[in-house]
């Protein structure tokens, strides 16, 4: 491989500024070609970040076969993941591309195993994980002050006024948005869904089309039970868009508004009506701690694409989080629980 990397990103929306302001500031590496179905999104996008260099195009195939990139940014509507994602690695391209990682978990299975046999490096964006606050509560939970954990419970209530394809779309709320939170809880607990019963609803007021609101209660490996409360159509008293979390433990509890508010507490003495509690610090994480969000996630990859090391959030583990999103939706439709196989 080439001491410089090159890359193509396709799909050039509101989310590929996000990703551009990342992608035009790594070292040794060039954006060689924007990809968009629509090419004059893609010419919008370069014109905004000055990128005369790049080549635009609406015709990826082609423009793989011409450019050869190591990297594939895949930032494209759900439903393209799939064919974008396939086509890529049939181009010998490592590939790292928006959440959700596919539109269906037999897609996101063809997806894996295409990545395996074509040896790359499949990725996916949940860039929530690479936050400072989020790293400081997993380091709280794993230093085991709070005992074995037990119960995770959260909240997630924001009244998103988006217009665009998000007012129409089936699920809205679980595919698209609960992925994220699905995969904060996975990685919060160390622990991975095994069934879930959902109720999903359009609550009366919702200026979705479709179902905006839903509860969801997951069995999880190690005998944990985790609850996610959800709606996007919740007008006043919003929580962060990384949730209001309450997360129990055999010997204390925390709560995190998915900001900077930590408590906690732990038991300073058993043997009563009620224990005695005492309210514990949940420390900074002592040195560095991976952050930055979008950016954080995409230098890791490169990183790793480099090295030759995984990522946080390849495919593989991935899947795990897109399959309680699956899951979840099955549940909603049949109204039954569901049994959540990878
Ligand atoms: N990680 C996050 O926080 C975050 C936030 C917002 C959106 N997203 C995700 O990013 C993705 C894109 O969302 P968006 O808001 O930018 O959507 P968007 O509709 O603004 O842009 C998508 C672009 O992809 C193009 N496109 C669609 N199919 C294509 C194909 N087959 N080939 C080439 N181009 C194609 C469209 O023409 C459009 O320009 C979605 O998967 C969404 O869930 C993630």
Not at 77 to 89: C, D, E, F, I, S
Not at 232 to 238: M, T
Request: aromatic share 10%.
């Amino acid at each position: 491989m080439a001491d410089k990397l090159t890359a193509v990103l396709v799909g050039c929306g509101g989310i590929s500024r996000q990703w551009l302001r990342t992608v035009t500031q790594l070292e040794d590496f060039r954006l060689v070609s924007m990809v968009d179905l629509d090419e004059t999104a893609a010419r919008r996008r370069a014109e905004e970040f000055e990128l005369a260099d790049v080549e635009i195009s609406s015709d990826l195939e082609a423009t793989l076969e011409r450019m050869q990139p190591d990297i594939v940014f895949d930032c494209t509507v759900p439903t393209a993941h799939y064919p974008v994602t396939l086509t890529a690695l049939e181009h010998g391209c490592h590939v790292m591309g928006e959440k959700p990682l596919a539109d269906s978990l037999d897609h996101a299975r063809e997806m894996i195993a295409a990545a395996e046999a074509a040896g790359k490096l499949f990725a996916v964006m949940q860039n929530r994980r690479y936050d400072p606050n989020i790293r400081r509560l997993k380091a709280f939970l794993d230093s085991g002050v709070l005992g074995r954990l037990t119960t995770v419970n959260c909240d997630f209530y924001i009244g998103a006024h988006f217009g665009g394809f998000r007012d129409h779309m089936a699920h809205v709320l679980l595919v698209d948005m609960a992925i994220h939170t699905f995969d904060a809880a996975r990685f919060l607990m160390g622990a991975d869904a095994t069934a879930v019963y959902c109720h999903e609803w359009n609550a009366p007021g919702s200026w979705y089309d479709q179902d905006a609101s839903a509860v969801a209660i997951f069995e999880m490996t190690d005998e944990l039970v985790y609850t996610y409360r959800g709606s996007w159509c919740a007008e006043g008293l919003n929580t962060t868009w990384e949730s209001d979390w309450h997360i129990i433990g055999e010997q204390g509890s925390v709560t995190w508004d998915g900001a900077e508010g930590f408590k906690a507490q732990v038991v300073d003495k058993a043997g009563g009506f009620f224990s005695e509690w005492a309210n514990v610090e949940v420390p900074e994480v002592d040195g560095p701690t991976k952050h930055g969000g979008h950016a954080g996630a995409i230098r890791e990859f490169v990183d790793c694409v480099r090295s030759g090391c995984a990522p946080e959030t390849i495919c593989h583990d991935n899947v795990k989080s897109l399959a309680m999103v699956f899951g979840a939706v099955e549940s909603a439709e049949s109204g039954q629980r569901v049994e959540i196989i990878v």
